[in-house]
């Protein structure tokens, strides 16, 4: 929780503002066009668990994210151990720290690291977006390393494609390539077609439902099921908190892309956002 209490410092109590010396509302920021700096109710976040939205980053802003997936199972031992565990609370986990940065209108650039020392680097182009367009288009572009990026290097080629439906509803498919994803046998293929699906459902005016699935389609297939991954999200302010549940870890494209890995079990998450703007 240290990034929220951090962000809480640095944003301050509100002062107090002479209006008369206030600026106008149309200067708001001189850098990112008013629609951008507006978050919106039904795309609050960057990721629907860990599948990408088409939300845009205003230019010259930042997002702080952490992502955190407990790795004892629900189903280890019986419900008395389970208790004890404090439904898994106790245990290990993979956690994952992230940086965005708005570098050009509809651009992102952004850094993700995970504690089994994966590295992955980012770059998003939005394309489309709906109101000029009867959906949002994206390009998302991305490269990741085992071993703080030292090895395994897994490139990912891929666009989302976003569907608002109203005020409550916003659907995803984010078909991918994602290049060296069979760590286990080299004779096979060494790559993924990815399928991503996803949506959100709006319950209230802050808090959402969460799905998404990462089947894929051609090329290596991964030793288990596709990730698949549930979730609740309630945004205050420029935060965002999420509560999710998914059959597996991985939270980087690649590892997304290899699906889930190790016995079958369902796994508690959250996700924690901070927009600073």
């Known amino acids: 929780m240290t990034p929220l209490l951090l962000a809480l ?5 509100p002062q107090n ?4 010396q206030a600026p106008a509302a149309t200067s708001v920021d001189a850098k990112a066009p008013a629609d951008d700096l507006e978050i919106d109710p039904v795309e609050p976040d960057f990721v629907v668990v860990n599948l990408p939205t088409t939300a845009r980053l205003p230019k010259g802003k930042f997002v702080f994210r952490v992502t955190h997936r407990f790795s004892d199972g629900l189903s280890s031992g019986d419900f008395g151990d389970l208790a004890a565990n404090l439904f898994s609370l106790d245990g290990g986990a993979q956690t994952g720290l992230e940086l965005r940065y708005g570098l050009l209108r509809g651009t992102q650039l952004w ?14 182009q939005g394309l489309l977006r709906q109101g000029g367009a009867p959906l949002s288009l994206q ?5 990741e390393g085992l071993d703080n990026f030292g090895e395994e290097y897994s490139p990912r080629v891929g666009v989302t494609l976003s569907r608002k439906l109203g005020e409550r509803a916003a659907l995803y ?6 290049g060296n ?16 699906v996803g949506g959100r459902l709006r319950l209230t005016g802050s808090m959402s439902l969460l799905a998404e699935a990462h089947p894929r389609v051609a090329g290596y297939d991964g030793n288990g099921d596709p990730l698949v991954a549930f979730g609740i999200e309630g945004r205050v302010g420029g935060h ?6 998914g059959n597996d870890l991985g939270t980087t494209p690649a590892q997304l892309a290899r699906g889930h890995i190790g016995p079958n ?10 927009k600073f703007y």
């Open 9 to 13: 410092v640095l944003n301050g109590p």
């Open 17 to 20: 503002v002479d209006p008369a």
């Open 111 to 124: 850094i993700h690291r995970t504690s089994d020392r994966t590295i992955a680097f980012h770059v998003t």
């Open 139 to 143: 390009l998302d572009l991305s490269i």
């Open 173 to 178: 498919l984010a078909p991918a390539f994602v």
């Open 181 to 196: 994803t069979n760590l286990f046998a080299p004779d096979q293929d060494n790559s993924s077609v990815v399928l991503g």
């Open 240 to 245: 965002c908190f999420q509560f999710n549940v």
């Open 265 to 274: 079990d369902w796994f508690l998450g959250f996700n924690i956002s901070r």
